[in-house]
């Protein structure tokens, strides 16, 4: 069925240290991969997506990994900071009606 | 060039009251997506409407929800018989039109969303 799986749920990590959280998606079909970002209160805002043509996509401290064959990808943040600390969504096209599915979210949390 | 627009931005209804909430996609865009959100949960899909046609409604509770898109004029959200479990942000997202024979999966972006607290 239709379902995208994203951990952890929480992440806790020391400010300057790397963040990785992990999805994985049912629809092989499936060739588009979005993260976003969204502060308490706000609306949920786009930082960085891939397509399935390429493996890694990076963009200054987020870099965006895709395993195809696994049917997986995760984001990287590297140098983290305060201002870092969000809920973070992945999401996938399921179907060829391309729904967009989310993740359940993961908190994460800069410490000082 | 204005982003993805909704209105109210907050809106309180007694239990029993109807909640209608309108999105007006982002310029060029022809998709519109409505999410809801619990406090501290995610964003779970509702209903994915293109101009005059509702594409994929299987998120979309069968009783009291509806949406529609029409030719003209903002997708509206409505929500009849309001009860305390509908309380929750509604966010409507919008893409562009998709083409090809495979998705290609087209990015949506958000809208600052709907407070809908019902007392």
């Known amino acids: 069925g239709e379902n995208v799986e994203q951990h952890p749920s929480t992440l806790s990590v020391q400010e300057g240290d790397s963040a990785v959280i992990k999805c994985t998606y049912s629809?092989?079909?499936?060739?588009?991969f979005p993260w976003y970002k969204q502060e308490l209160g706000k609306r949920p805002q786009l930082i960085i997506d891939?397509?399935?043509?390429?493996g890694e996509k990076k963009d200054q401290r987020i870099a965006v990994t895709l395993n195809k064959t696994a049917k997986h990808f995760s984001l990287h943040i590297t140098e983290t900071q305060p201002e870092d600390s969000a809920v973070y969504f992945c999401?996938?096209?399921?179907?060829?009606?391309?729904?967009?599915?989310f993740g359940s979210g993961t908190r994460l949390s800069i410490r000082p | 060039n204005a982003g993805v627009m909704q209105n109210p931005r907050h809106l309180v209804r007694r239990r029993g009251q109807e909640a209608r909430l309108r999105c007006s996609p982002m310029?060029?865009?022809?998709?519109v997506y409505w999410y809801r959100q619990l406090p501290e949960e995610g964003l779970k899909f509702m209903v994915y409407?293109?101009?005059?046609?509702?594409?994929?409604e299987s998120g979309m509770p069968k009783e009291r929800f509806s949406a529609e898109f029409p030719k003209e004029g903002p997708s509206i959200l409505r929500i009849q018989q309001v009860v305390r479990g509908d309380s929750a942000a509604y966010f409507c997202?919008?893409?562009?039109?998709?083409?090809?024979?495979?998705?290609?999966?087209?990015?949506?972006?958000f809208g600052e969303g709907s407070w809908l607290t019902v007392v």
């Open positions: 997202a919008s893409s562009r039109e998709s083409t090809g024979a495979t998705f290609s999966g087209n990015t949506i972006y």
């Open positions: 629809d092989s079909a499936s060739n588009y």
């Open positions: 891939i397509r399935s043509n390429v």
């Open positions: 999401a996938a096209p399921y179907s060829s009606a391309s729904k967009i599915i």
């Open positions: 310029k060029g865009h022809s998709h």
């Open positions: 409407l293109q101009k005059e046609n509702i594409i994929d």
